[in-house]
């Protein structure tokens, strides 16, 4: 059961080769029997799971059609609100805390009859590139349980890889599904800002973040982004007027396409290993009968420092709601409100944080503004240009997702420069709100995955799909 795809399982379900509270009950037992090496899981939902298994059974003996997916396990990410089930972004401040609704993207997995097995370890509030800083420890990856499963959401991939659950759902603020896909040897999708509902995400950096699949293969992706994607009237911020719909096929031909070649992104800091593995991805896809064109990505130099003032900035404003009073943990030693506001946020959140907190409100305070703030504004608007101006050139780009492959536990965690230059191929993309893809695409030296990204102009999606699933077969 644990070879097959989420779309194998799901035939398997609906031609009653599999009952559907027996495939729930196998991955329950490989959590289980895993979960201990990796620390993937914060929570688990066996009870509720296992009601939704045989009410989903019901309906599939009955004849209905329900959706692709259905009676398929799935994880969440614990930023993303699920009802009745603790949500506490891998972070003390928010321990203990139950929301009373489902985000949105919950709500559609459970109307397409998947089947919500647990919450998903992170870095805390998805602040983090490693998935070392939430509270409940590190996460472990399964090609070496000494190295990071990337992050933030590397409980996603590093459940996958696994085998704990065929599908996952992770959000991504500048990589952080690409990244841990690439670290881990599973595929993702990074949506376009606005193709899947933030409602009931817990906001890092609300002009950022985007909620999207991670799994197996890119075909299983598309289908689960294909039921999350679509407009939602409580997120005013969702503009997309329908969901994706991916087309079934078998062709492995990509006649026509063009594909950029960033070449300044194969130089200087990436590991030889990583620039082969990709560029022999790129080849692969020129076999299919793309066209490979070279250019100089611009702005490059400026993509870390304006993503790291802006993600800063908005966490900055969007962590101050936790304050101790309304929800999650609150310090017991304080004597005015002000003490209570300080000391309860102070035990509450962790280094990491704290620094992004401190860094977001200097560059937002008087005087300095317009000096951080306002630039990082300006600069995210000219590499927005600059990918508009690509895009008419160019169909698609294909880049490294980061310049290593995975390091080892506790390598980087006191360099957070080193650990932000990690970002220096994903950050952009997310700044200009556009779609990427991740996909494996090899191994190092040390037998560790390699991932690549392809890159596309807003609501693109159906395009990379294609052409990363062209890789997959081609590859396969």
């Given at each position: 059961m644990f070879e097959l795809t989420a779309l194998e399982l799901s035939t398997a379900i609906s031609s009653k080769q599999i009952g559907v509270e027996e495939a729930l009950s196998a991955y329950f037992k490989s959590i289980e029997t895993e979960d201990g090496k990796y620390n993937s899981f914060l929570s688990l939902s066996k009870e509720a799971a296992l009601t939704k298994a045989r009410e989903i059974q019901k309906r599939i003996d009955a004849g209905e059609r329900i959706s692709p997916l259905a009676g398929v396990p799935i994880a969440i990410k614990d930023n993303i609100s699920t009802k009745d089930i603790e949500t506490t972004c891998a972070s003390k401040a928010l321990s203990g805390y139950v929301p009373v609704y489902n985000a949105t993207v919950v709500d559609k997995l459970e109307e397409a009859g998947m089947i919500v097995v647990g919450k998903l370890n992170m870095d805390e509030f998805a602040m983090g590139g490693s998935s070392e800083t939430g509270y409940m420890g590190p996460v472990r990856n399964p090609w070496d349980s000494y190295r990071v499963a990337g992050g933030s959401s590397g409980g996603s991939a590093a459940a996958i890889a696994a085998g704990m659950v065929p599908l996952a759902l992770g959000t991504d603020t500048g990589g952080s599904i690409r990244q841990p896909c690439s670290f881990c040897g599973t595929t993702g999708i990074k949506p376009t800002y606005g193709a899947v509902s933030r409602y009931g995400l817990i906001a890092y950096a609300s002009s950022l973040d985007q909620i999207g699949p991670m799994?197996?293969?890119?075909?299983?992706?598309?289908?689960?982004?294909?039921?999350?994607?679509?407009p939602d009237e409580k997120d005013g911020t969702c503009i997309i007027e329908k969901p994706f719909e991916f087309e079934q096929s078998d062709s492995n031909s990509l006649d026509g396409m063009i594909i950029g070649i960033p070449k300044n992104y194969y130089e200087g800091g990436i590991d030889n290993s990583v620039k082969t593995s990709v560029l022999a991805a790129a080849r692969k896809l020129e076999e299919a009968g793309a066209r490979l064109e070279e250019f100089e990505m611009p702005l490059m130099e400026y993509m870390i420092p304006t993503y790291?003032?802006?993600?800063?900035?908005e966490a900055s404003s969007n962590l101050s709601r936790f304050d101790g009073l309304k929800y999650g943990h609150y310090t017991s030693d304080s004597d005015e409100l002000s003490d209570f506001y300080r000391n309860s946020r102070s035990e509450g959140f962790g280094?990491?944080?704290?620094?992004?907190?401190?860094?977001?409100?200097f560059v937002l305070s008087s005087g300095y503004y317009d000096a951080y703030y306002k630039k990082a504004l300006q600069a995210r608007r000219l590499i927005k240009d600059a990918y508009?101006?690509?895009f008419q050139r160019y169909d698609m780009i294909i880049s490294p997702v980061a310049p290593t492959?995975?390091?080892?536990?506790?390598?980087?965690?006191?360099?957070?420069?080193?650990?932000?230059?990690g970002d220096?191929?994903?950050?952009?993309?997310?700044?200009?709100?556009?779609?990427a893809v991740s996909l494996p695409c090899g191994f190092d030296?040390?037998?560790?995955?390699?991932?690549?990204?392809?890159?596309?102009?807003?609501?693109?999606?159906?395009?990379?799909?294609?052409?990363?699933?062209t890789y997959q077969l081609i590859n396969n």
């Open positions: 799994g197996k293969n890119l075909e299983d992706c598309a289908t689960l982004l294909s039921i999350i994607s679509g790291y003032v802006i993600a800063c900035a280094m990491e944080i704290k620094r992004r907190i401190m860094l977001g409100s508009d101006s690509l492959t995975a390091y080892k536990i506790g390598e980087n965690i006191d360099d957070p420069l080193k650990m932000y230059m220096i191929y994903t950050v952009s993309i997310n700044l200009a709100g556009l779609p030296e040390n037998k560790l995955p390699i991932g690549f990204q392809l890159i596309g102009k807003a609501f693109s999606e159906p395009t990379l799909v294609k052409a990363g699933k």
